[in-house]
């Protein structure tokens, strides 16, 4: 099967693609937000907007989810950040879900997110 890969990375990588389709799946990166300044609402929001993106560039939606993974920095922030996973996600085709609290790669990123859908 052909692989196609969205968004490489510049240096210093290529460290990744941002997203990867195969088949008939779709395999985004752990994706954060731009601009790290928000709280995790705005933050959270940034990310589900990349997310739809990437997933409209490979031919999918968010109603074809399959997965998704949640890394967050502090859990006392977890009900803010499912208020927007919540109001965004498809209510019909949610997921498969696993949330946990991580140290992050930077400080002021608040929340990562990694998703598979199917095509």
């Keep these: 099967m052909d692989i196609r890969r969205i968004d490489l990375t510049q240096p210093p990588g290529p460290r990744m ?4 389709i195969h088949g008939d799946r779709v395999y985004l990166a752990g994706l954060t937000a731009g601009d790290t300044s ?8 940034q990310i589900l907007d990349k997310i739809d993106s990437y997933l409209a ?3 999918t939606s968010k109603s074809n989810l399959l997965s998704a993974n949640l ?8 009900a803010d950040m499912n208020s927007v996973w919540n109001t965004w996600v498809d209510p019909e085709n949610p ?19 990694m998703v598979t859908a199917a095509k």
């Design 17 to 20: 693609s941002r997203a990867v």
């Design 38 to 45: 928000q709280d995790i609402k705005g933050q959270t929001k």
């Design 57 to 59: 560039q490979a031919g």
């Design 71 to 78: 890394w967050i920095k502090d859990m006392a922030l977890f």
């Design 95 to 113: 997921p498969a879900r696993a949330c946990v609290k991580a140290e992050m790669a930077r400080p002021e990123v608040l929340v990562e997110i």
